[in-house]
């Protein structure tokens, strides 16, 4: 298949492709991971080989895993090439992540990232915001992939793409989506972004869509942005952006800006106005798309897509976002969205903080700590931020160092699902790991 090729090709060219480069820097280690991990709402156990590799600006991580169920039985997760389409999702398994450079990094023309991806977001966010293909990783594996090409066309033009996952690209039902950048002067950047889910049931059971059609759904947007301030310690631009439905029977589309962004020292602030009609969702494709877009009620008999989901409102109002980066010490953001209209609103609140290692160094035995929380709030009546919904999702990670080359990582998520009465059912995720550094 044309696409594997394509994968196995490009580890490859990434893994042996900086041969000849300077060998102080090229880095190998390699850790053990064996901790409990949920699987299919049970706790197995899971021993992981993971060896790290790479230098000048090379980053890969593979995954060797082994799993035990709750019956003590060794399983085949990972392991299964019985057809075509198993043994190819047994081989994507053993890649965690391949990477090479870093997001817009302007000292770098490339990025490219293999494997997990987390927190992609195009552009201001309007359509795709803090994506990731990691929802129920390790007993669900994704291999996705995230590329950036920039400066293009005397260096005015740059091109990013995004692919939720390889493997649906054999069957059908990908997320994939690009954007285009260009730049024809004066600081002035003219983007157009598209993200489309080919099959939002993509990511149910076969024996619960067989026989069904697929679904698809996508965004289109164009934005610009001007800079007001360019300076050594500050840099302020003032930006907009209209979006829309497409394939899709039910219109809508959503205004961006008046909107400003300021970056000064370790502050980034966003704040703009949004207004929205139709059947339309700011950041639509999110953290929880891989989670939710498509749901399956508790007695097995309805399915409901994301896209259902939106209802034909009208609706204004205000979104800020604010991240704070402490030099080495800590780093935290939050959001917020407030829209209303006729009685209706859509309000969001979203926060992540953790600790980096200068201030884990003053904390014995302590390597990681990491809390998150968003929730979405859509209707009218009395509904609040902590009230459980499909759209809540809250953890936490935390990593104790007890002795040297010994890691002990509890990383915990919780979400709803519907439980078929009205209301929903709490969905915990356990993973308890131990690494050992080789």
Do not use: C
């Not at 053990?32 to 000048?56: A, E, H, M």
């Not at 600006?57 to 060797?64: I, S, T, W």
């Not at 917020?336 to 980096?356: E, F, M, P, T």
């Amino acid at each position: 298949m044309w696409f594997s090729r394509f994968i196995l090709t490009s580890v490859v060219l990434l893994l042996f492709g900086r041969a000849g480069a300077d060998e102080t820097e090229q880095m190998l280690s390699l850790s053990g991971l064996l901790g409990t991990v949920t699987v299919d709402g049970s706790q197995w156990q899971r021993l992981d080989l993971r060896p790290k590799f790479g230098g000048g600006g090379l980053e890969a991580v593979l995954d060797l895993e082994l799993f035990l169920d709750d019956e003590g039985r060794f399983r085949n997760l990972g392991w299964d090439f019985s057809t075509r389409r198993k043994g190819l999702e047994s081989v994507l398994r053993k890649i965690h992540y391949v990477r090479y450079g870093e997001p817009n990094d302007p000292k770098r023309r490339i990025y490219l990232r293999i494997g997990s991806l987390e927190s992609v977001t195009l552009g201001q966010g309007m359509i795709m915001r803090r994506y990731r293909n990691t929802m129920d990783s390790p007993a669900l594996k994704k291999t996705g992939l995230d590329f950036e090409l920039r400066e293009l066309g005397y260096g005015r033009l740059s091109i990013r793409g995004v692919i939720n996952n390889f493997l649906d690209l054999d069957s059908g039902g990908p997320v994939v989506g690009g954007r285009v950048t260009f730049r024809p002067g004066s600081g002035m950047e003219i983007g157009v972004t598209a993200v489309v889910d080919t099959d939002q049931l993509s990511g149910l059971p076969d024996s619960v869509r067989a026989g069904m059609k697929e679904k698809d759904y996508g965004l289109f947007g164009v934005d610009v942005s001007y800079p007001l301030l360019r300076g050594p310690i500050a840099h302020m631009s003032i930006y907009g952006g209209i979006s829309r439905t497409m394939l899709s029977d039910e219109s809508g589309m959503g205004l961006s800006g008046p909107g400003i962004l300021l970056r000064t020292g370790g502050l980034t602030v966003q704040a703009e106005y949004r207004w929205v009609e139709g059947h339309f969702s700011p950041g639509h494709f999110d953290a929880l798309y891989e989670f939710n877009r498509a749901t399956l009620s508790a007695g097995r008999d309805t399915i409901v897509t994301r896209e259902e989901t939106l209802e034909n409102l009208t609706l204004q109002g205000v979104f800020g976002n604010v991240r704070l980066s402490l030099g080495p010490l800590l780093e935290a953001e939050g959001s917020y969205q407030h829209l209303s209209g006729k009685g209706n609103d859509d309000r969001r609140l979203g926060g992540r903080a953790y600790l980096k290692p200068a201030l884990l160094r003053q904390l014995p035995q302590i390597e990681m700590a990491e809390a998150y929380y968003e929730n979405r709030r859509r209707g009218s009546g009395g509904v609040n931020f902590f009230d459980a919904s499909p759209d809540t999702r809250f953890g936490y990670k935390l990593g104790l160092n007890p002795v040297p080359k010994l890691s002990i990582i509890l990383d915990v998520e919780f979400s709803y699902l519907p439980d078929g009465a009205g209301a929903f059912m709490r969905r915990r995720s356990f993973n308890l790991q131990s690494i050992i550094s080789l």
